[in-house]
């Protein structure tokens, strides 16, 4: 491939990051040396307004030669100019085989299927979640609400969406879950679509031993369940209030367990609210509610065990966080999270309609201190294995190839 380029680039006006994983390479395909592989990897030019990381970390770590151009804290106006200059810029000095765009949303996924049709590149799209499913949610919240100028506003975002999904040659999945959740939705257009998964810096977790106050609340003495979400989403919501049910009799009998949930949106005071008037007050004031975390380490250092579920996923990074910081995962086996957790190894995954079992195993979890240090080693040291920036970067190249192949 001529005339590499490098991810780590920075145009002017464009941000980029560059974090590669201090993990080992993952070894190329069967039956392709390293060095064929590198050989024939594609040179893709990344767009993203959100995580860049997930996209540098793992193209730097394979020595691509590929660049991502980002914007995360741009606005509208600004995102346009220079997703456009720069993205003109590379697409003429160097030889280019895809465009991947993480998420296809917005003014950079309309950005794309322009100079996708301008320059004759495929546009792959780097999905992360069920788009359509989350923008339906965001739009019945916005007209429950009355916020109709808000609607309307999100509506254009949705169609321009669409726009860039049937412009799209492919889909590159975060997850099999829902490789095979667009394969069978009938909304989205018939594309191939192959998944490879996110990485996580676990590198940023290793520090983080302390047992910092939470809410302004000494956790010394205590066993600390945790969940970290997003309360801008119903299927995460949801998924909270189920463990607040299941968690309930735990507090109620083990006055040593405090349950903390890290998250903000639209569905927090729902959930205050919900906690206030369905938990015993003696119970509902072990169940800690932050808001939104700037920095999360510190929360997964304060904790024992991370409890999740959710009905939206992609595949959750909170889940690759918790593992990294050493903590055992009980969680619901749906949304990708089944490829993240080994059941019985570094987690229990239980079905999210058996309430029961899911406090079965968190109570086992906590009763147990040596099965609850031990399964925590073990899922950091799968997900170092497993979602390294090294392992990632093969994957996202190998599912690009494979989608320019088809």
């Known amino acids: 491939m001529s005339d590499k380029f490098s991810a780590g680039d920075t145009s002017e006006g464009v941000s980029t990051t560059d974090e590669a994983d201090s993990g080992s390479t993952t070894d190329a395909p069967d039956g392709v040396s390293t ?77 794309s299927v322009v100079l996708s049709r301008l320059f004759g590149v495929p546009l792959l799209l780097r999905v992360n979640g069920d788009i359509y499913r989350q923008h339906a949610d965001r739009m019945r919240e916005l007209w429950e609400t009355d916020r109709y100028g808000r609607t309307a506003v999100f509506l254009i975002y949705h169609l321009l969406t669409r726009l860039t999904y049937l412009a799209a040659s492919g889909y590159v999945t975060v997850s099999e879950d829902l490789r095979d959740r667009l394969d069978s939705e009938s909304s989205y257009p018939d594309r191939t679509a192959v998944s490879a998964h996110n990485p996580v810096d676990a590198s940023r977790f290793a520090d983080s031993d302390g047992r910092e106050a939470v809410c302004g609340v000494d956790l010394d003495g ?77 929360v997964f250092a304060a904790a024992d065990v991370f409890v999740y579920k959710s009905y939206i996923d992609g595949y959750p990074n909170v889940v690759l966080e918790a593992q990294a910081a050493g903590l055992p995962v009980v969680a619901n086996p749906d949304c990708g999270i089944d490829e993240q957790v080994a059941d019985g190894e570094t987690g229990t995954l239980v079905s999210a309609a058996d309430q029961s079992a899911f406090a079965d195993a968190v109570d086992r979890l906590l009763t147990d201190e040596n099965l609850c240090a031990r399964v925590g080693r073990s899922a950091t040291e799968r997900v170092r294995a497993r979602n390294s920036n090294e392992r990632v970067g093969r994957e996202l190249l190998d599912a690009v190839a494979r989608i320019l192949r088809s």
């Open 35 to 111: 060095a064929d592989a590198a050989e024939s990897d594609p040179t893709v030019l990344g767009f993203t307004d959100l995580r860049p990381e997930e996209l540098v970390g793992p193209l730097d770590a394979v020595d691509s030669g590929s660049r991502v151009l980002s914007f995360p804290e741009a606005g509208p106006a600004a995102k346009l100019v220079h997703s456009v200059v720069g993205g003109v810029r590379v697409l003429r000095e160097s030889d280019v085989d895809a465009i991947l765009l993480y998420n296809g949303t917005g003014v950079l996924g309309l950005v």
């Open 222 to 298: 205590t066993r600390v369940l945790l969940t970290v979400t997003n309360l801008n989403y119903e299927g995460k919501y949801r998924g909270v209030v189920e463990i607040v049910e299941a968690v309930t009799d735990i507090l109620a009998e083990r006055e040593d367990v405090v349950y903390v949930v890290a998250g903000d949106g639209t569905y927090f005071e729902r959930l205050a609210r919900y906690v206030e008037a369905n938990v015993p007050e003696e119970v509902a004031e072990r169940i800690l509610l932050p808001g939104y975390v700037e920095e999360v380490p510190p």
